[in-house]
């Protein structure tokens, strides 16, 4: 017993030291062979088909760029005075206030007021001087009127005339021609071309 025990063991211990057996390496796979041809030729491989061309259609051209504007100068003699319509209204004003003011001093001096009717006819202030001649609440609020709308007048007659000079006087410096620079007609003129802008002198004799 002891020596059949003694041989398994040994021979368990030489099974472990040798280790499991190597597996046996595996068939390489089979490469595939290409085809061949009858007559024992090989086939060529087939090539890669191209896509047909795509017809695509060309852009419209582009539409030409406009030529800047050219500057037109304006029409000489059309160019509009400051002040006119100021002048205008401020006189009408100052005389149509005077005129009614005065016909009622006029009438009141005939009548024998010789003081009321007096001061009346002196424009702008004579409505102030004829207030202490009134009687009634009445007569001096209307000599108040008058002496406002002929103080308007007067005020809106005498800068709409200044107004209107000095356009008058800014037009003749600056016109069509350009910037007057001297008296003898040397002038400065600027303006646009189809090219960009320009500036020039002109002189006129």
């Known amino acids: 017993m002891i020596?059949?025990?003694?041989?398994?063991?040994?021979?368990?211990?030489?099974?472990?030291?040798?280790?499991?057996?190597?597996?046996e390496a595996a068939p390489a796979p089979a490469t595939a062979e290409a085809p061949l041809a009858p007559g024992g030729a090989e086939q060529p491989a087939p090539q890669p088909v191209q896509p047909a061309p795509v017809f695509q259609p060309a852009p419209p051209p582009a539409a030409p760029a406009a030529p800047p504007p050219e500057y037109v100068p304006p029409p000489a003699g059309k160019t509009k005075r400051r002040g006119l319509g100021m002048m205008i209204?401020?006189?009408?004003?100052?005389?149509?206030?005077?005129i009614i003011t005065a016909l009622v001093g006029a009438v009141a001096y005939d009548?024998?007021?010789?003081?009321?009717g007096g001061a009346l006819l002196i424009p702008v202030?004579?409505?102030?001087?004829?207030?202490?001649?009134?009687?009634?609440?009445?007569?001096?609020?209307?000599?108040?009127?008058?002496?406002?709308?002929?103080?308007?007048g007067l005020t809106l007659g005498i800068a709409g005339t200044v107004m209107f000079a000095r356009s008058?006087?800014?037009?003749?410096?600056?016109?069509?021609?350009?910037?007057?620079?001297?008296?003898?007609?040397?002038?400065?003129?600027?303006?646009?071309?189809?090219?960009?802008?320009?500036?020039?002198?002109?002189y006129r004799f």
Do not use: C, H
């Open 3 to 23: 020596a059949a025990s003694v041989i398994v063991q040994l021979a368990l211990a030489s099974a472990i030291v040798q280790g499991p057996a190597p597996a």
């Open 89 to 98: 209204s401020g006189w009408s004003l100052f005389a149509g206030s005077y």
């Open 111 to 116: 009548l024998g007021d010789e003081q009321l």
């Open 125 to 152: 202030a004579g409505p102030l001087i004829a207030i202490p001649q009134a009687d009634t609440l009445s007569g001096k609020v209307f000599l108040v009127i008058p002496f406002l709308a002929q103080t308007a």
């Open 168 to 202: 008058g006087r800014a037009n003749t410096a600056l016109n069509a021609d350009g910037v007057r620079l001297t008296r003898s007609g040397l002038r400065l003129n600027a303006g646009m071309s189809p090219y960009g802008g320009s500036v020039g002198l002109r």
